[in-house]
C-alpha cells in the first residue's frame, strides 16, 4: 500500500479523474506528480504508470495506454512487487481487447498475471490485481473465471491508495459482470436456460442493491450513485416494467445531462424494452430509435453497441415490423454461435491456467526433493547435482565444509529447540554470503556445504567469522540468552588450487577437522 500521506491524496484524485470521464486532467496531474516523485523508481512511481495506462486506455489512445503498461511491468521488477506485474498484465489483455488484437497472448498475459498475482505479498495491491483479473476475463466474455475475482473483490475491500469508492466500485463490477451474463443468456433465446437467468439476475440485483447502500452511506458522487441505481433498475425491469421505465427514463435524462454517453444508452436501452414489456411497442420503438440515432454505435462499448441492436431487433420484431422476425432469428443465430467461440475460449483459458497449476505444483515438489525444511537451503540432493552441473559445465568452484562443534551434546543438553536455532543461524548466516548461482546446503545432522562458483576470491575467513558472530548472537539475546556460546569449524577447497572437482569434498572436510582440532570451541557443556 501506499503510505505517503502528500502523494495518496493527489493519486486518488487524479485516479477519479481518469474513471470519471476527465482523462485529460488525469494526465496533467499525473505529470506534475512524477516531477514531483523525482526520477528514482519507487512504489508511487507505479501508481502514476498504472493511473497513465487507465486514462489513456479511457481515451482511446491504445498505444499510450500500452506504454504505460509496459512502464509499470518494468517497474514491478525493479522494485520487487510482482503485484503490479499482475494489475499491468490484465489491463493489457483489456486494451488489446479493445484493439481487437485476438487471445493468444491475453492467454499468456493472464496466466501471468494469475502467478504475479500468487506471488503478491502485498493485501493493497492483491486486491487491485484481483478486480484487474475480474475486468480482464469479464472483457473476454470468461464470465466463469471473472466471477471469482469479483466476488474476493467485494469480501475484501482493499485499494493502494485510499479511493472513498473503492467499495463501492467492487460491488457495481459484481452487479455488472451477473447482469452482462443476463444479457448474453436472454439472447440464446433457450429456454433451458432460464433459472439460469433468473439467478444471475438476482446476483445482480443483490450486488447492485448493495452498491447503491455503500454510495449512500459514503456520501459517494452523484455519478456513481446514478451507476447503481442503473444497475437495480437493469436487474429489477422485468418485474416492475411500469415502474421501470418511470426510474429508467429518469436515469438516461440524468446521464445525458452528466455527459455520460454510455450509461445514457444503457437506460434508453432498458426504458425501451421495459416500454415494450408494459405494452406500448410505438414509444419502445421511439425510444430506441432516438437512442441510435443520437450517437455513433460504432465508437461505444462493445458490449453495450450489441444491447442496443439486441433491443431494437426484439421490439422490432415483436412489433410485427417487416423483417423483424428474420433479424432476430439472425440475431439469435449469431448470439449462438458467439456463445460457442466463447465456450471454446473459456476451455482454452482453463486449460492453460491448469497446465501453469501442474507445472507449478511440479516446481514445487522438485524443489522439496532438494530443500532442507529447517534451515530452508540445499539438502544433499541438491548438492550432488549443483556438483554434477558444475562438472558438466567445467565451472571453477570453491567449496567450504562446516561443521557445528559439539553439536550433539549441546543437543541433548539444552534441547530441540536450541538446536534447531543454531542450524537455522548458521543456515543464515552462510546464506548471506552467496549469490544466486550458489548453493548452501545441509548435508547432515549438523554438517553443512558452500558451493560457490568463483576462481578462488572467496574469503574463507570473513565467512568463517560472520558464522561465529551469528551464533553468538543467538545466545547472548532472546529465548536461548542463558545457553552457551557455540562454535564452527570451516575447511576450505578450490579447484583454483589444482585439485579435481571429485576430491574437493575430502579436502574441505580434512581442513575443516584441523581446524576443529584448533580447540576454538566456545561450548562450555555441564559435566555428568
Not at 11 to 37: C, H, N, S
Not at 124 to 139: F, I
Not at 267 to 276: G, K, T, V
Amino acid at each position: 500500500m501506499l503510505n505517503d500521506p502528500i502523494m495518496r491524496p493527489r493519486l486518488v484524485v487524479a485516479m477519479f479523474d481518469a474513471q470519471a470521464g476527465r482523462e485529460a486532467e488525469a494526465l496533467e496531474a499525473l505529470e506534475g506528480i512524477l516531477t514531483d516523485l523525482g526520477p528514482a523508481p519507487s512504489y508511487a512511481h507505479a501508481v502514476v504508470a498504472y493511473t497513465r495506462a487507465i486514462a489513456a486506455f479511457e481515451l482511446g489512445e491504445y498505444e499510450a495506454g500500452l506504454d504505460a503498461v509496459d512502464a509499470c511491468i518494468d517497474l514491478a521488477g525493479i522494485i520487487d512487487e510482482p503485484g503490479w506485474e499482475s494489475v499491468a498484465l490484465s489491463l493489457r489483455v483489456d486494451i488489446r481487447g479493445r484493439m481487437a488484437a485476438g487471445c493468444g497472448d491475453a492467454i499468456d498475459d493472464l496466466v501471468r498475471a494469475e502467478v504475479t498475482l500468487a506471488a503478491c505479498e502485498d493485501r493493497e495491491l492483491a486486491a487491485w490485481a484481483h478486480v484487474g483479473l475480474g475486468a480482464a476475463y469479464q472483457g473476454l466474455r470468461l464470465y466463469e473465471l471473472a466471477l471469482p475475482h469479483r466476488e474476493f473483490s467485494t469480501a475484501n475491500p482493499l485499494d493502494v491508495i485510499g479511493q472513498p469508492e473503492s467499495e463501492f466500485i467492487d460491488w457495481l463490477n459484481l452487479a455488472d459482470c451477473n447482469l452482462r451474463i443476463v444479457q448474453e443468456l436472454e439472447q440464446l433465446a433457450d429456454p433451458a436456460r432460464s433459472a439460469e437467468i433468473d439467478a444471475a439476475r438476482e446476483r445482480g440485483a443483490n450486488a447492485a442493491q448493495t452498491a447503491l447502500d455503500v454510495s449512500m452511506r459514503d456520501g459517494l458522487d452523484d455519478r456513481w450513485v446514478g451507476a447503481a441505481q442503473l444497475d437495480l433498475a437493469i436487474a429489477q425491469w422485468p418485474a416492475h416494467p411500469a415502474t421501470a421505465v418511470v426510474v429508467l427514463t429518469a436515469l438516461a435524462e440524468q446521464s445525458t445531462a452528466q455527459s455520460l454517453g454510455q450509461e445514457a444508452m444503457i437506460a434508453r436501452s432498458f426504458q425501451a424494452r421495459a416500454l415494450a414489456a408494459d405494452g406500448d411497442l410505438a414509444a419502445a420503438i421511439a425510444v430506441i430509435g432516438a437512442a441510435a440515432d443520437a450517437v455513433d454505435i460504432t465508437a461505444l462499448d462493445p458490449d453495450i453497441a450489441t444491447l442496443v441492436h439486441w433491443t431494437a431487433i426484439q421490439i422490432s420484431a415483436a412489433a410485427g415490423e417487416p423483417g423483424g422476425a428474420a433479424a432476430r432469428r439472425f440475431g439469435i443465430s449469431l448470439s449462438r454461435r458467439w456463445w460457442s467461440e466463447r465456450e471454446r475460449s473459456l476451455w482454452a483459458m482453463r486449460n492453460a491456467l491448469a497446465l501453469e497449476h501442474l507445472g507449478h505444483e511440479h516446481r514445487k515438489e522438485r524443489l522439496a526433493a532438494r530443500h532442507d525444511a529447517l534451515t530452508d537451503v540445499g539438502n544433499r540432493r541438491a548438492f550432488d547435482e549443483w556438483l554434477e552441473h558444475a562438472d558438466e559445465s567445467g565451472w571453477p568452484v570453491v567449496l567450504l565444509s562446516v561443521d557445528i562443534d559439539e553439536f550433539k551434546s549441546v543437543n541433548d543438553a539444552f534441547g530441540h529447540a536450541y538446536g534447531d536455532a543454531i542450524l537455522v543461524a548458521v543456515a543464515r548466516a552462510l546464506r548471506a554470503h552467496t549469490r544466486t548461482d550458489d548453493l548452501v546446503a545441509r548435508i547432515g545432522g549438523d554438517e553443512f556445504a558452500v558451493l560457490v562458483r568463483d576462481g578462488g576470491s572467496t574469503d574463507v575467513e570473513a565467512i568463517s567469522t560472520d558464522l561465529r558472530s551469528a551464533l553468538r548472537s543467538i545466545s547472548n539475546a532472546g529465548e536461548f540468552a542463558t545457553r552457551p556460546d557455540i562454535a564452527v569449524s570451516v575447511g576450505a577447497a578450490s579447484t583454483a588450487e589444482g585439485l579435481a572437482l571429485a576430491s574437493l569434498m575430502a579436502v574441505a572436510d580434512r581442513r575443516m577437522y584441523a581446524d576443529k582440532r584448533n580447540d576454538r570451541t566456545l561450548v562450555s557443556l555441564p559435566q555428568d
